[in-house]
């Protein structure tokens, strides 16, 4: 093993010496993964229930990802957006399909493939304004983090964009509010994620889309990591049952591979014009043969309907364990998406499962966010519950 001569306390002082201190770790460094299973250098196992935050819907080192990855490297990784890229093609062609007819803009992260929305909503309405959720996250690039609705993450990089109002998310008076003659867009998360995983009341999508038609707006969803058979269908938009003008991916798109992806309706994008907005990296040979095969596995398998079947199942054994904790103050999610969010700080609930082989995440501060690849099985999350309650 390559790491087996430093442990942990030496990464911790190594990596303060070359390193930005900007992660705040856990104390061990994952070197191997198969599925849902991911091992440390010390060689303990866990299940892993965060997916390296909703990346690894197929599950770790998926084969049919790692064949196309290893094929194309051997071919070319990459040869620039000034020439035709087949492989980008014929993943464009794939979401075409799956989305019934968006075209795609490729570049390679979440927040990248927000401010490209950002920017096709500048050119397309000629306005600047946009409204957001209070709790969003957006991503952490300048005019993303303008969109973010959270101070923690805002607070010591002001100025800000002063483009962005940001409403109670799930409250449509007050987005209806917030509405101006200047207003170019709303930008929201379907559920959620890294604010707490928040459901919004029902039916709060379909009115948002209904003032967004009759306003003239456009409607701007945030699906970096909702998106892909997360929530239970391939885009949370149809657990709504509405289209969005433009949506955004990201996180599990590549199957582990770097790569995000703004998509819109052809009348919006074909705003764009050539020059208007370009990656080096964007869509490359590498990042677009991972992403499709990504996208047919979780097409081949139903990974989505996996998620929705396994996300009931978790959801109801869950809330079963708040008879008997009463630190639990809600349980909530869609699909594989979970939160339980407690009445006081979670990060010892991580650390205990980390020791008893389960990977969890806690978000804003008590809310324990359980991600697992899509490719789960159901004991290994009975197993998982079993060890929550243990805990708690
Ligand atoms: C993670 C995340 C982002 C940012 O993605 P990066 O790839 O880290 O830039 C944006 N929006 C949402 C909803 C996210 O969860």
Redesign the pocket.
């Known amino acids: 093993m390559i790491l087996s001569f430093f442990n942990s306390m030496d990464l911790k002082d190594i990596e303060e010496k070359v390193l930005a201190s900007t992660y705040k770790r856990q104390p061990i460094s994952l070197i191997k993964g198969k599925g849902a299973i991911v091992w440390d250098s010390e060689g303990k196992e866990y299940i892993d229930c965060f997916s390296g ?2 990346v690894l819907n197929v599950g770790h080192s998926n084969p049919k990802v790692v064949k196309a990855v290893k094929d194309q490297a051997s071919k070319m990784m990459h040869s620039s957006n000034i020439y035709y890229i087949i492989p980008q093609i014929n993943l464009a062609r794939l979401l075409h399909s799956v989305t019934g007819g968006y075209k795609s803009f490729f570049c390679n ?4 493939a ?1 401010e490209a929305a950002i920017k096709l909503v500048r050119k397309y309405t000629g306005k600047s304004k946009i409204i957001t959720a209070k709790n969003s ?4 690039t300048i005019a ?1 983090l303008s969109a973010t609705g959270q101070e923690r993450y805002r607070k010591d990089f002001q100025p800000l964009g002063d483009e962005f109002t940001h409403v109670k998310f799930g409250d449509i008076q007050d987005l209806e509010q917030a509405i101006t003659n200047e207003t170019a867009a709303v930008l929201l ?1 379907p559920i959620q ?2 604010g707490g995983v928040i459901v919004p009341p029902p039916n709060y999508f379909q009115k948002v889309r209904e003032i967004c038609n009759k306003n003239n707006i456009l409607l701007v969803l ?5 998106g892909l058979g997360r929530t239970g269908e391939l885009f949370a938009w149809q657990l709504y049952n509405i289209k969005p003008d433009i949506f ?1 991916l ?2 599990s798109l590549g199957g582990g591979f770097p790569i ?1 992806a703004m998509l819109a309706k052809k009348s919006v994008m074909d705003a764009f014009k050539p020059g208007d907005h370009a990656s080096t990296f964007g869509g490359n040979h590498l990042a677009c043969v991972a992403a499709k095969a990504t996208l047919e596995v979780i097409l081949e398998k139903n990974l989505h309907k996996k998620a929705r079947i396994l996300g009931e199942d978790l959801l109801k054994n869950l809330l079963k364990l708040m008879n008997n904790h009463k630190v639990i103050k809600e349980v909530r999610g869609q699909g594989l998406m979970v939160g339980i969010e407690l009445k006081k700080d979670g990060s010892y609930v991580v650390d205990a499962a980390r020791e008893r082989g389960v990977l969890l995440n806690c978000t804003s501060e008590n809310v324990v966010r359980i991600l697992p690849p899509l490719i789960v099985t159901k004991s290994q999350l009975r197993k998982v519950i079993n060890i929550i309650d243990q805990i708690l």
């Open positions: 935050i909703a992260s979440g927040a990248e927000n996250f957006h991503g952490r993303t998360e994620g890294e945030d699906e970096v990591q909702t955004t990201a996180k995000g």
